[in-house]
């Protein structure tokens, strides 16, 4: 080989570099591979495959090679051809095989050997139309018959990253798919300029696909980032603009008027995943009443803060957030001697089911909850209370499915004194969740679904991949929007990668999805 070649194929392997764990056996391109006039005459053509991500050895006994650079690349990208061992000035034939040995683009090129066998360092562009995966390059001589393959791979188009939302609060939980990358390398994952700590790092699969479910916004300050995947050894970068949020805490009481030395109820949500906040009546000196947020930030704590004996005719209580640092605040009137009354929630999606309980009414005297103003409003619960004024536990009531999001009131009135307690009710998005079982499997597995926040007793259609297809069957949920271990729903034959289901709700349109690994079968 020429000093000018030589130097050409070091200039590629510098460019290179970065692909250096792929396990490329450089040797046979500075020496170490036979050349000179090879033994005259045809010889077998017993091809021997490249047993790494680049080192292949020809026929027995002959030292043969060819070598792409780099050996991953995307379809219709040029590549640099190069190799030796084959006769002098005979053709050369390539031709593509899939990893299993099919050929599946015969002699798509021909090239001719020089006098000494070598195959001359060129370019040669790969077919636009090869899929990404694992593939062979066989070269084989036309008069010697000798053959080599090259194993190389041929990645998806890089940015092609999908995201379940780009915008959200520290701990909001999204999903996440992407192509484009090596396959069986390690993608990481992380928010650009969030230090060094990646949120998870995935296995990209034979196809050079990843995805992950249920990752959670990292705690960083609010603003704009990108949201980066990146290919330890293709070096592929994909990004994704991503807002993040401020915390925006809620605080509501189980009435807007209390009377002295009550126990207050408090109920919030918006607040940090699983952290302590501290709840307080302002303007006192009262040490604060410590309560926990579960894991999606919510508050929901009966009897939580005594409130004193003497009260203003406005009061503020404060509800702030040891990790959010945030907080939020909500008003309640002075009103002394009237009825108590509570909600099983106080914020939940259109249609909620909720339950009353009360006490401090007269005796046998009927109690009625309106939508609105008494009278006005729509009418939703109508009892009567037991000879000592309480409301029976287990009093339920549905509200409409129609309400838009955001804060409606509840009158509460008793027949005797016509005065309404006001309750507040804060309507929020459909958010539906399904979890599969198994999350994972091989074609051919039954899958069933636990799912809760659709609507009440409403058809739930399932579509396997796309929402907007005929969907693969349906089911219909209990009097609390939720279903266990429905289905079962089957992978079909020959499914690979990741298979996404898609669940929505026929009456409220609540839409959600949940992800299906296709483990690769070794039969």
């Not at 053709?91 to 095989?97: D, G, N, P, R």
């Not at 969740?433 to 659709?454: K, Q």
């Amino acid at each position: 080989m020429s000093k000018g070649a030589r130097l050409l194929i070091m200039l590629a392997l510098v460019a290179m570099m970065p692909l250096a764990g792929c396990g490329l056996d450089l040797r046979p391109l500075f020496g170490g591979g036979q050349s000179g006039a090879p033994p005259s005459g045809p010889e077998p053509a017993a091809t021997r495959r490249a047993s790494g991500g680049g080192a292949a050895v020809g026929t027995a006994g002959v030292s043969i090679w060819i070598s792409l650079v780099p050996p991953m690349a995307q379809a219709g990208d040029e590549v640099v051809l190069m190799g030796q061992g084959f006769a002098p000035e005979e053709e050369i034939t390539l031709a593509i095989l899939r990893s299993d040995g099919q050929v599946l683009v015969p002699g798509f090129n021909i090239y001719q050997a020089d006098g000494l066998g070598n195959l001359p360092t060129t370019r040669l562009r790969m077919p636009s139309n090869l899929t990404a995966g694992e593939y062979l390059l066989e070269a084989r001589g036309g008069v010697s018959q000798r053959a080599v393959q090259f194993r190389f791979w041929v990645r998806g188009n890089a940015g092609s990253v999908e995201l379940t939302r780009t915008s959200g609060a520290p701990g909001d939980r999204f999903s996440l798919t992407a192509a484009g990358f090596a396959p069986g390398e390690r993608v990481v994952v992380f928010f650009e300029g969030h230090g060094n700590d990646p949120l998870t790092a995935l296995s990209a699969d034979v196809e050079g696909s990843v995805w992950a479910d249920n990752l959670r916004i990292p705690f960083v300050q609010p603003g704009d980032y990108d949201l980066i995947l990146l290919g330890q050894l293709s070096q592929v970068r994909s990004a994704k603009s991503f807002r993040v949020s401020a915390f925006q805490p809620v605080l509501i009481l189980n009435a807007e008027t209390l009377s002295p030395n009550a126990a207050v109820s408090v109920f919030g949500y918006g607040f940090a995943p699983s952290e302590e906040v501290d709840v307080y009546l302002d303007g006192q000196n009262a040490k604060p009443v410590a309560l926990q947020t579960d894991s999606a930030g919510h508050l929901a704590y009966h009897n939580a803060l005594k409130l004193p004996n003497v009260l203003m005719t406005k009061n503020t209580v404060v509800a702030r957030g040891k990790r959010s640092q945030q907080e939020a605040r909500t008003d309640f009137q002075y009103g002394p001697g009237l009825p108590s009354v509570e909600l099983s929630d106080y914020f939940g999606s259109p249609g909620a089911r909720l339950t009353l309980a009360g006490q401090g009414f007269r005796s046998r005297e009927r109690v009625e909850v309106f939508l609105g103003d008494p009278g006005a409003g729509k009418k939703l619960l109508s009892v009567r209370a037991d000879d000592n004024g309480n409301l029976s536990p287990g009093e339920t009531f549905n509200l409409p499915e129609d309400l838009p999001v955001g804060s409606v009131r509840l009158s509460v009135v008793g027949e005797v004194n016509r005065g309404a307690l006001t309750l507040r009710f804060d309507i929020l998005p459909w958010a539906p969740e399904v979890v599969l079982s198994p999350a994972s499997g091989l074609p051919g597995t039954a899958v069933y679904f636990d799912c809760h926040g659709f609507a009440a007793k409403e058809e739930v259609r399932v579509y396997l991949g796309d929402p907007s297809s005929q969907p693969i069957t349906s089911v219909t949920t209990d009097g609390q929007g939720s279903l266990s271990r429905a289905g079962p729903l089957r992978i079909p034959d020959g499914a690979r990668g990741r298979l996404s289901f898609y669940f929505v709700g026929g009456r409220s349109g609540a839409k959600t999805q949940a992800g299906f690994s296709v483990n690769a079968s070794h039969s």
